[in-house]
């Protein structure tokens, strides 16, 4: 098992930043591939960044590219979304989400574990 913490998120204003962290625990948390997903409502949950377990390869979707950074900390069994130039369509619910992998992984249905959720507004 695997359990998934994340924090990091709040209120900012379009335009502003926000890093949101992602702390694992459990059986050898830093060997499996990291996401971050989020949920709108009235959406369906949606892919944002993935980094595999070395933290060589990532890849983030279209919609975030160039506004977001994955990383990872594997000595702190920590993964880090750093987000910028954040706007009012990216409000959602942020997902951790771990994988049982070494490569990337950007559907849901290829992840084994998920943590709570954070939420992020973008509003002024």
């Known amino acids: 098992q695997v359990q998934l913490v994340e924090s990091g998120g709040g209120l900012v204003q379009p335009g502003g930043s926000l890093r949101l962290s992602c702390a694992a625990s459990g059986r050898t948390s830093s060997t499996y591939t990291m996401g971050w997903f989020r949920l709108a409502p009235g959406k369906e949950r949606e892919f944002v960044a ?63 574990y998920w943590g709570q959720g954070t939420q992020v507004t973008v509003s002024s």
């Open 50 to 112: 993935a980094i595999n377990q070395s933290g060589a390869s990532a890849v983030s979707a279209d919609s975030m590219k160039g506004r977001t950074t994955i990383s990872r900390d594997n000595a702190k069994n920590t993964v880090y979304l750093q987000m910028n130039s954040l706007k009012p369509e990216d409000t959602a619910v942020y997902y951790c989400a771990a994988a049982m992998t070494v490569v990337v992984v950007t559907t849901t249905k290829g992840y084994d």
